[in-house]
């Protein structure tokens, strides 16, 4: 399969992109509430689900438990090292296929459910590609997209202050290293309508909150000191913050600290999940 040269995403995916370590520990650390999220679905015994944008794969075990044995279920990604990985972690009749969102390679009405997770949000299209795979629905098919952090996160319950500027610094970041303007990034709470602007029925929502508080099981500490302390805040925010503000978050995220966030006992974070489901005509 030949895979595209330049980016159809806003961050400059192409299939040379790795987000695989970032993947899995999210993956573990919101798999109570993304797996609680996939049983509201009401899956029948045998249904055929795609997952699109399966990133590192822990989704297609979860569905195809929920198909169970006479069921199928199928992820595509763009990124080699996900697939590779996917392919690692998802049953063994799984079928995983790296490929592009925007040129789907498959047979239309093969699926009776298409489940996507913080995928169509980074497009430059998202509503195009709702449709494209909504037309690889069966009659009474259904889209599903998840996505984490559609309300405001809360970290340092003890500091919104510096809890916001975080924020804003992070959202300059973006701004700055990919050339977005701040409507760019909209999209992350645009589910509804991107489901009904691409022509989908019966549109509903629902949103729980993944919701942790000190002490945090390793999987969490994992997930927020090194995807989030450390890859989506850490060095790159420095240029955005004040030195006194970049030293007092330093503290609160490096474990060795003795006002190490997870550490306290008033640690108290909050993030959302949030599925938005639409279908066809029966």
């Known amino acids: 399969m030949n895979h595209p040269a330049s980016s159809t995403g806003l961050l400059g995916d192409t299939a040379a992109r790795d987000y695989a370590a970032k993947l899995r520990r999210f993956n573990a650390f919101a798999a109570p509430e993304i797996r609680e999220s996939i049983a509201r679905l009401g899956f029948a015994p045998g249904m055929r689900v795609l997952d699109a944008g399966c ?31 996917a392919r690692d972690s998802a049953p063994g009749d799984a079928l995983v296929i790296q490929g592009d969102l925007t040129a789907l390679p498959f047979v239309q009405r093969s699926f009776d459910l298409v489940w996507s997770v913080n995928t169509f949000n980074h497009l430059h299209d998202p ?6 795979v909504a037309s690889l629905l069966r009659a009474g098919g259904r889209v599903a997209l998840g996505q984490s952090s559609l309300l405001p996160d809360m970290y340092f319950a003890w500091d919104s202050r510096l809890e916001r500027l975080t924020n804003d610094a992070v959202r300059q970041y973006y701004r700055d290293r990919y050339g977005l303007d701040e409507r760019d990034l909209a999209a992350v709470r645009s589910l509804v309508g991107m489901l009904r602007d691409a022509g989908l029925r019966n549109v509903t929502a629902r949103t729980v909150t993944i919701e942790r508080v000190s002490p945090v099981s390793p999987d969490d500490e994992r997930y927020l000191v090194e995807t989030l302390f450390r890859d989506s805040w850490g060095e790159r925010l420095r240029p955005y913050l004040s030195p006194d503000d970049y030293e007092a978050l330093g503290r609160l995220c490096d474990p060795a600290d003795a006002g190490f966030a997870l550490r306290r006992p008033d640690f108290h974070f909050l993030q959302t999940f949030t599925v938005a489901v639409g279908g066809i005509s029966a």
């Not at 990133?55 to 090292?81: N, R």
């Not at 509503?127 to 494209?132: G, K, N």
């Open 127 to 132: 509503v195009a590609c709702i449709r494209r």
């Open 55 to 85: 990133g590192t794969g822990e989704a297609l075990g979860w569905l195809s438990e929920a198909v169970g044995p006479d069921g199928a279920v199928a992820g595509i990604d763009l990124a080699t090292a996900h697939v590779a990985s």
